[in-house]
């Protein structure tokens, strides 16, 4: 028994060890992943952004096998099943949603990240990750306008770092169940739906909610908000919690912070900022002034795989009361609640959020700045806004109705014909944008109208992706048209 046991678990170790990858075998699958990552780059200024056909062959799965397969029939599939259909966040043609673009640093750091697992979860397992992860968090609270007791969390995007303020909005004003239905949020049409999933998450469903008028800019309405609050105080309800935006999905806007935080500070309300998108635009001098009063908020969310141009798997949030935030996420009983830490290196991101074993996210965004440097990323937002400005003023010497003068990156436009219903019109021109597919563009809803987005903010969007863009609208139009007035006048 004693032989047989031993003799098995020798037996095994051979395949077992077979894990552990040589070096000749490193050396070859860097080499052929790394050419792929070389041609896949070097191709992206011919491929189209968007192709709505299938791969050729249809969708298939390519089952785990029992020994493993060649490097290169994976990257095969790789590139025939994910590459070859869709769209392509990594284009400098994605001015859709909220464009990410992915430097090329993201994968170098999250590789050394994977390699080295280094425990980003707990100061005790990595005081290194956890420090650099938390000086990262100091950089952006900085930028903000936070001071240095105010820490964070690097979670992965925006909508799960929405989730950890709204969840400690909720703790530091002291809800519980039975105040939940007399507890008021206020907030716009305009709040991005992870607003609305984190409010779900977070046990507020039944909490009552302001939705508030905005001004023609679509901007928060402080006067609006006086009056609500003023009112929901009378009907003896709570206000608890605002919810503003630097930076809306659908058009850019940012919400007058500094008035806003008068009324959140006058009557003791959490605000929380949704700078997702918007919160790197801080980093160029000339768009400081719009974020004025953004250091008086109470929380702010803001996406380093959006602002800093990182491939996705990062969205940061900025809490200035830790202890709150703490209290709304830790583990252990009492652990720790009355100590104060002096040094805020030492809080750990597994008390921090609902993370405890995470990737070491942190990396990815401290080697992107150490190798390019900061004013390679203000050149490219001070461009990506600029660029905005120039297709706003470009369309409509085209003819197209226009929404404001875009704030940040994102402008809205469409094309009015002289009959018919416009929102057809311009559902039908998306769908000839889509089947051309070089420059990929999305589009929203305002009001019932419907409207064409533009939005840059990935970093290979420059002035050529945006004139190729007004070519094809222009052919586009003409094309619409052409059938439009066949099936009005038929
Ligand atoms: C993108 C976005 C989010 C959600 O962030 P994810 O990283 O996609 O989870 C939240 N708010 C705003 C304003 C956004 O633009």
């Excluded at 056909?53 to 029939?73: Q, S, V």
């Excluded at 590789?111 to 938390?134: C, D, H, K, M, W």
């Excluded at 006086?226 to 206000?239: S, T, V």
């Excluded at 809205?412 to 000839?432: M, Q, V």
Aim: overall charge neutral; hydrophobic content about 40%; proline content about 5%.
């Amino acid at each position: 028994m004693e032989k047989s046991l031993l003799s098995d678990i020798l037996q095994l170790e051979k395949t077992a060890r077979e894990l552990e990858t040589s070096a000749p075998q490193r050396e070859e699958w860097v080499r052929l992943a790394a050419n792929f990552a070389h041609r896949f780059i070097d191709r992206l200024p011919e491929e189209p952004a968007y192709r709505a056909a299938p791969p050729p062959g249809g969708f298939r799965d390519l089952p785990p096998p029992e020994k493993g397969r060649d490097l290169r029939e994976a990257l095969d599939f790789l590139q025939e099943q994910l590459l070859s259909s869709g769209l392509n966040p990594a284009s400098g043609g994605h001015l859709g949603y909220i464009p990410g673009g992915g430097l090329y640093t993201t994968a170098l750091g999250d590789y050394l990240a994977a390699v080295t697992n280094a425990y980003a979860g707990i100061s005790f397992a990595g005081p290194g990750a956890v420090r650099l992860e938390n000086s990262l968090l100091r950089w952006m609270g900085d930028m903000l306008g936070y001071p240095q007791t105010a820490l964070g969390n690097l979670a992965s995007g925006g909508s799960i770092a929405n989730l950890i303020a709204i969840t400690t909005a909720r703790e530091a004003q002291n809800i519980s169940c039975g105040d939940i239905p007399r507890s008021v949020i206020y907030l716009t049409k305009q709040a991005h739906h992870s607003i609305q999933k984190a409010l779900n998450i977070a046990g507020l469903r039944e909490a009552q909610l302001r939705y508030l008028p905005m001004d023609e800019q679509f901007r928060m309405s402080p006067q609006a908000l006086r009056k609500h609050i003023l009112e929901d105080q009378k009907a003896g309800l709570r206000p608890f919690l605002l919810v503003a935006a630097a930076g809306t999905t659908d058009t850019g806007a940012v919400d007058p912070l500094d008035e806003l935080a008068d009324i959140s500070q006058e009557h003791g309300l959490w605000f929380h900022l949704d700078a997702a998108y918007g919160g790197f635009f801080m980093l160029v001098d000339e768009l400081r002034p719009l974020f004025k009063g953004i250091e008086r908020t109470d929380s702010i969310t803001i996406d380093p795989h959006k602002g800093l141009f990182l491939a996705y798997g990062l969205g940061a949030v900025l809490v200035k009361n830790v202890k709150a935030m703490h209290q709304a996420h830790r583990y252990k009983a009492n652990y720790m609640q009355d100590a104060v830490k002096t040094d805020l290196a030492l809080w750990d991101p597994a008390e921090l959020s609902p993370e405890l074993t995470k990737h070491f996210r942190g990396l990815r965004l401290w080697l992107s700045l150490q190798l390019n440097g900061l004013e390679r990323f203000k050149a490219a937002l001070k461009e990506k806004q600029l660029l905005a400005r120039y297709f706003h003023h470009k369309i409509r010497e085209l003819g197209f109705e226009t929404g404001p003068e875009p704030p940040l990156s994102v402008a809205l436009y469409r094309y009015i014909p002289h009959k018919g219903d416009a929102n057809a019109f311009n559902r039908r021109l998306l769908k000839e944008l889509h089947r051309d597919g070089r420059i990929f563009v999305s589009s929203t809803l305002l009001d019932g109208v419907f409207w064409l987005r533009f939005a840059v903010l990935s970093f290979r969007t420059h002035l050529q992706q945006v004139n190729t863009f007004l070519d094809m609208v222009v052919r586009a139009k003409t094309l619409v048209l052409n059938s439009w007035k066949n099936d009005i006048s038929s």
